[in-house]
């Protein structure tokens, strides 16, 4: 079914670790985004990225590394995890060229950091 | 400060009742859109409504209103006629000029008692 993908839905791991959170949408959007949500602080932007291989810091993006090398990928890595980072993360898509421009947005991905 | 702010963490609301959803937004630019994103308690973020800056009228999906209030910088979502599919969270979103970066508020949560 078309749209976007994330993987894996729910993951625990440990501090220091290096965690994955893949994302896929088959819309051939330009641009991706990864978020973050917190309790008491909405959805808060991680990094985003307007085409493969140029992407943009957001709000939150310390501890974050993304890499788009094909238009519809764009994974998000924590390179040594940290609770903190404990959150759901979505991946967003979003069509330029209409009149709204809204997100369209993954399913989330709750990830433990223990 | 913040770009966009809810104040209403919680709203009850009886179903076939209208509710009003309350958002305000902080922003110097001319051009900009808002967005109302909802979320059921599985998670995924659905978009429901969008205004633009520029939009005379108030935009309408179904039982959705925007109520566009340009200089009290407010656009609250209105409800109308709940059913009990609609208890979620409630996000409102700005979006900047041409700009790919959305601010959230940190969401409320309607609950829709029968």
């Known amino acids: 079914d078309a749209g976007i993908t994330q993987s894996p839905r729910y993951k625990i791991t440990e501090t220091g670790r290096q965690v994955t959170l893949m994302c896929h949408q088959t819309w051939s959007h330009s641009y991706m985004f990864w978020y973050r949500q917190d309790l008491g602080h909405g959805l808060r932007l991680i990094y985003y990225s307007a085409a493969a291989d140029i992407t943009d810091k957001g709000e939150v993006p310390d501890g974050y590394v993304v890499s788009r090398s094909k238009t519809e990928n764009f994974p998000l890595t924590l390179e040594s995890a940290t609770r903190s980072q404990t959150s759901v993360y979505f991946c967003?898509?979003?069509?330029?060229?209409?009149?709204?421009?809204?997100?369209?947005f993954g399913e989330g991905s709750r990830l433990t950091v223990l | 400060a913040q770009k966009i702010t809810q104040t209403q963490p919680g709203m009850f609301v009886q179903e076939k009742e209208a509710v009003t959803l309350d958002c305000t937004y902080d922003t110097s630019d001319q051009s900009y859109g808002l967005f109302w994103y909802k979320q059921p308690s599985s998670g995924e973020m659905i978009f429901l409504i969008y205004q633009g800056s520029y939009d005379e009228q108030n935009a309408t999906e179904g039982r959705y209103s925007l109520n566009f209030q340009k200089a009290r910088k407010s656009a609250n979502l209105v409800i109308s006629a709940s059913q009990l599919g609609d208890s979620a969270m409630y996000f409102c979103?700005?979006?900047?000029?041409?700009?790919?970066?959305?601010?959230f508020g940190t969401g409320t949560s309607l609950t829709v008692i029968p």
């Open positions: 967003a898509s979003k069509l330029t060229g209409t009149n709204t421009g809204e997100l369209f």
């Open positions: 979103a700005m979006r900047e000029g041409g700009g790919n970066q959305f601010y």
